[in-house]
């Protein structure tokens, strides 16, 4: 279908890697996304890659973000760490520093910011890492766009600083009826079945609904919604997506552009 109802983003987490060593197929998932979080260098990615990356995303019009996480190569940044939230602050400012010389460099603008794994979470319950993060964005430039899980603190703080906010969802992990992801932890965290994504990531751009591991309906707005590049089965997800949402008239642009 060419006549599109609806407008979704669709983010991958995508240079997270050290040296030789690729975690996900980011060039094959790359033409497949409108938007890609790369990683900063703390967590993962090195210069070589974080300069790759960019590069490819701009050739492919895909909007480019920073990936800030705590600085936890060994654990991938999904371990929580003991920072204040100066700590957080500065961390976070560096990181979107370093991605932002490549995106210099290359002759693109940085489209957005969103935090990664444990630093994300921690921020989605916890008030003042989430205000360290947003203000540090806002420190840098206030005209980013804020990626923020809806309900959070997170969201709250990035309405306090007066950034743009970007809503997202996620078409890999299972919700609790609260609104928060399922911890990785559980069994039922991570869905790897393309069908099943698909029909909940179709129902929740036309719908705003989403179904939640015990069976309850969530309503929930998304501007974006994320795939993980690590998920198993990521590629095939992404492209049943791209399919599905060309058939149901739901059109995929960054997040940057479909907002105005």
């Not at 204040?84 to 995106?103: H, K, M, N, S, W």
Request: aromatic share 6%; proline share 5%.
């Amino acid at each position: 279908m060419t006549d599109t109802t609806f407008v979704i983003d669709l983010n991958s987490d995508l240079g997270e890697g050290f040296g030789p060593w690729r975690l996900a197929p980011d060039d094959d998932l790359m033409p497949l996304i409108s938007s890609a979080n790369i990683a900063c260098g703390f967590h993962a990615g090195d210069p070589r890659i974080m300069e790759h990356t960019v590069r490819q995303a701009k050739e492919l019009g895909v909007g480019i973000g920073a990936h800030p996480g705590y600085p936890d190569r060994d654990g991938f940044g999904r371990r929580t760490m003991s920072a204040t939230p100066d700590e957080v602050r500065t961390d976070v400012l560096y990181q979107i520093g370093a991605i932002a010389a490549f995106c210099r460099s290359a002759g693109v603008e940085l489209q957005h910011v969103k935090a990664h794994g444990a630093l994300y979470n921690h921020a989605v319950k916890d008030a003042a890492i989430a205000e360290a993060i947003a203000t540090a964005v806002k420190q840098f430039d206030p005209h980013l766009i804020f990626f923020v899980l809806p309900g959070s603190e997170l969201e709250a703080a990035g309405e306090a600083a007066g950034l743009r906010l970007a809503r997202e969802a996620f078409v890999d992990r299972g919700y609790l009826p609260d609104g928060s992801l399922v911890p990785r932890s559980r069994p039922d965290a991570v869905i790897t079945d393309h069908a099943m994504a698909v029909r909940r990531m179709v129902r929740l751009v036309r719908e705003g609904v989403i179904e939640t591991v015990d069976g309850t309906e969530l309503h929930l707005k998304a501007d974006t919604i994320c795939l993980h590049s690590d998920t198993p089965t990521a590629l095939e997800i992404a492209s049943a997506i791209r399919a599905a949402f060309d058939e149901a008239g739901i059109g995929v642009r960054p997040v940057g552009e479909s907002r105005g």
